[in-house]
């Protein structure tokens, strides 16, 4: 049973020690403690920690966004000595710093799911291809609508600072609906006239539907909808049933949460890319493990500078050429 402990300020420690003479140790550090998505993480990293025989901390900020106690966990984890951190941050770039300590201190340090800015600030990273899934996407709405060419796309993203795996999931989807996206780097720079607007949404349903009013009042006529997540996509649909307007819009998403692919069952998400927080974690301890013993990391993706963790598109509405999951399939493979 993984022990709850009073420890940093603002920090949910936990640890799981696999016997008093476990020769390696891990910090999993996550963005939140209560995002079903960072649950699932703990969930990996422990049981493969059990298998492994690794004792591994766990700590998390007290909401999404909390550098400052990210870099506390950080520093707790360097003065206790661990061998590696399993980093999910908050804020890639301001984080480079504490993370160039602990590699100087002899930590191994491995990203998670949002690769930091510059990416080689860490040893390696772990990730969804977070650029492929919002490709998976677009394509599958631009090959599933009668008229792509005259969609009117409305686009729902997380905040204003871009943090990577916004832009990377807003920058796929367009590409794959065959729009110009300009500097990959950020998004709204785009001119294609089929683009009505770009809204922010926190992540949450209630920015989701607070941002899907403001675009349906930017342009009442949008029927193609794209959001950051699968919470955000919930919201929007509360908007679009308040305007009458729900069954008429097409929604696509990314995560493949278990709420997410339920709401592809029932309609009101058209398509989900699911990602693997449990694998994603699993395979951080077992790397960290692997190299306290020999020294040696897993390549990369080939083609990639980071290891893909997977990714899949679920729908209740394939189309010809594009491989995907049925509902049953995500339903299987969803977390939270």
Not at 73 to 95: H, N
Not at 100 to 125: E, F, N, S, Y
Not at 270 to 278: K, R, S
Request: aromatic content about 6%.
């Amino acid at each position: 049973m993984n022990m709850i402990k009073a420890g940093l300020a603002g920090v949910a420690l936990s640890t799981a020690a696999a016997g008093a003479a476990s020769a390696t140790s891990v910090c999993l550090i996550t963005k939140d403690a209560t995002n079903p998505f960072f649950v699932k993480m703990a969930e990996g990293a422990f049981a493969k920690a059990a298998e492994l025989g690794v004792e591994l901390r766990s700590f998390a900020g007290r909401f999404d966004g909390d550098h400052e106690t990210q870099v506390s966990a950080i520093e707790t984890c360097v003065a206790s000595g661990v061998d590696g951190i399993l980093l999910v941050a908050s804020d890639t770039a301001a984080i480079t710093g504490p993370v160039m300590a602990a590699r100087d201190a002899g930590l191994l340090v491995i990203a998670l799911d949002t690769p930091l800015d510059p990416m080689d600030a860490a040893d390696m990273t772990f990730a969804t291809d977070n650029f492929e899934a919002g490709r998976l996407i677009g394509e599958w709405a631009r090959r599933t609508m009668d008229d792509p060419e005259n969609a009117r796309i409305g686009l729902l993203n997380i905040n204003i600072s871009q943090p990577t795996v916004g832009v990377l999931r807003n920058q796929g989807f367009l590409t794959g609906f065959g729009i110009d996206i300009g500097d990959p780097n950020r998004w709204g720079d785009e001119d294609d006239p089929r683009i009505a607007g770009q809204e922010v949404s926190n992540g949450n349903a209630e920015g989701g539907r607070s941002g899907m009013e403001n675009l349906l009042a930017i342009d009442p006529s949008i029927n193609l909808v794209y959001t950051i997540n699968e919470p955000a996509a919930a919201g929007a649909h509360e908007a679009l049933r308040a305007f009458g307007r729900a069954d008429d819009v097409l929604i696509v998403s990314v995560d493949g949460g278990c709420p997410g692919v339920e709401d592809v069952a029932a309609g009101v998400i058209g398509a989900t890319a699911q990602q693997y927080p449990l694998q994603m974690a699993a395979l951080g301890v077992e790397a960290v493990a692997r190299f306290a013993e020999t020294g040696e990391l897993p390549a990369p993706t080939e083609g990639k500078d980071f290891f893909d963790t997977g990714v899949g598109l679920v729908t209740g509405a394939p189309v010809e050429g594009m491989e995907h999951l049925s509902v049953e399939e995500g339903l299987r493979l969803c977390w939270g």
